[in-house]
């Protein structure tokens, strides 16, 4: 499944909050800030022509392969999965559109495979130029290529007058985990992946070039009325939750899932909090650093794990389709970039997670909009018995959460 529902998070234009919003804009106009002001979900539009791009991410060596599985990923896999979507989405809305899947493939640095794909994407710039609406698919290592290639699109003149959506699956946002590139032996690559794979490491500091460059894309896509969708997986062995959901990026056009998959018991209770969490961040609030401290807890094993089952799953395709087509814009705020410390032996206080989720918990939105959440989420802690030590370490620390849970709710 994929959570949160658009509709959990995002209210209908028309409604009466969305009269908030439009004061919201009103308020911007005038000088003030409304670091709450979201986007809004509105009726479908009219789609002749679409295209759908596949970016596939990184693929290991063949000695890594047989440990995380065969790159079954590609671009070919996601153009398809998103037309698919594209071809769902027009019959839900009694319409025929004419969808042309374009799989952009190409390994190497960022960087290259930006200029790169750019110059194979040229051989379709007429039909780009004809799409009402464009959808690019990209996993891992592909959604900062994704990113800046769009934002080159828009710079070349090649994406006006019409609607663009990124999704981003598992995306390297701020790194793989901590730690991994000594787990997977860089010095078994060849020279060319051994700079592929270090790359990806980079963007866990903010201020590196590859850091600074995607955000410099994400600002461009974003201004141009495009619409981000990052989709994180809650047991992926590769890339942390907090990476695929770009927790340090706040705008109204990013939308924030999860998703779980089936084939992995995944608690009850951690699922309703990452919920909890996720919509919060899309309802334009804090999660007060909650999955970050939570993500490392929930890395699956390198045999296994949501980084390479998420691209399978169409609600994935469907919920980014729903989000590029079906809300409204707000391109005239800038994006809001949030210092982020990748969490590491020296910097990680075990002691920080009961009193970040109390913190959340008395948040005055969370009490006067959120309560039958909250009690979700704290009845599946009273039924929680976790099997592993990490999450047994994350219940004897929020053991505590009942006593100091909103009084509607205890």
Same mark, same amino acid.
């Given at each position: ?41 509105? #009726? ?128 390297? #946002? ?111 609030? #804090? ?20 980084? #390479? ?102």
């Amino acid at each position: 499944m994929v959570v949160p529902k658009l509709q959990d998070c995002l209210s209908y234009s028309g409604s009466a909050s969305s009269l908030w919003a439009s004061l919201g804009t009103i308020s911007k106009w005038l000088g003030a800030q409304d670091e709450h002001l979201r986007v809004q979900l509105t #009726s479908p539009p009219r789609i002749k022509k679409a295209v759908a791009i596949g970016i596939h991410g990184f693929f290991p060596i063949k000695m890594v392969r047989n440990i995380i599985g065969e790159p079954t990923g590609t671009s070919v896999k996601f153009a398809n999965e998103a037309a698919l979507a594209i071809q769902r989405w027009a019959e839900q809305n009694g319409q025929v559109v004419e969808i042309e899947k374009i799989a952009l493939e190409g390994e190497g640095i960022v960087l290259d495979r930006v200029e790169n794909l750019y110059r194979l994407l040229s051989a379709w710039i007429d039909r780009l130029h004809e799409a009402d609406f464009i959808i690019v698919a990209a996993h891992s290592q592909g959604t900062p290529v994704a990113v800046q290639l769009v934002a080159k699109l828009i710079e070349e003149g090649h994406a006006d007058n019409k609607k663009i959506g990124i999704m981003g699956m598992a995306g390297v #946002s701020l790194g793989p985990f901590y730690g991994l590139d000594q787990k997977l032996v860089i010095r078994a690559y060849t020279p060319f992946e051994s700079d592929s794979l270090k790359e990806l490491f980079a963007f866990q500091n903010p201020e590196s070039i590859q850091a600074r460059r995607y955000l410099q894309g994400l600002r461009t896509v974003i201004a141009h009325g495009v619409k981000v969708t990052y989709i994180g997986s809650v047991n992926d062995q590769l890339v942390p939750l907090y990476s695929a959901l770009c927790a340090h990026v706040d705008h109204p056009h990013i939308y924030r899932a999860i998703y779980v998959d089936g084939r992995f018991h995944a608690p009850s209770f951690i699922i309703h909090l990452i919920e909890l969490l996720t919509k919060l961040r899309n309802m334009g609030y #804090s999660d007060h650093g909650i999955i970050r401290d939570l993500s490392d807890s929930l890395a699956g094993t390198l045999t296994g794990g949501g980084h #390479s089952t998420i691209y399978f799953e169409h609600a994935v395709y469907d919920i980014a389709i729903k989000h590029a087509l079906e809300t409204t814009s707000i391109p005239d705020i800038p994006v809001k970039v949030h210092k982020f410390e990748v969490p590491t032996p020296s910097n990680y206080n075990p002691y920080h997670l009961p009193w970040t989720v109390r913190g959340m918990m008395e948040q005055d939105f969370v009490r006067r909009h959120l309560l039958a959440d909250v009690k979700k989420v704290l009845d599946k802690f009273d039924d929680w018995n976790p099997d592993t030590k990490p999450l047994k370490d994350i219940k004897y620390r929020l053991s505590a959460i009942r006593n100091n849970a909103p009084l509607e709710v205890a």
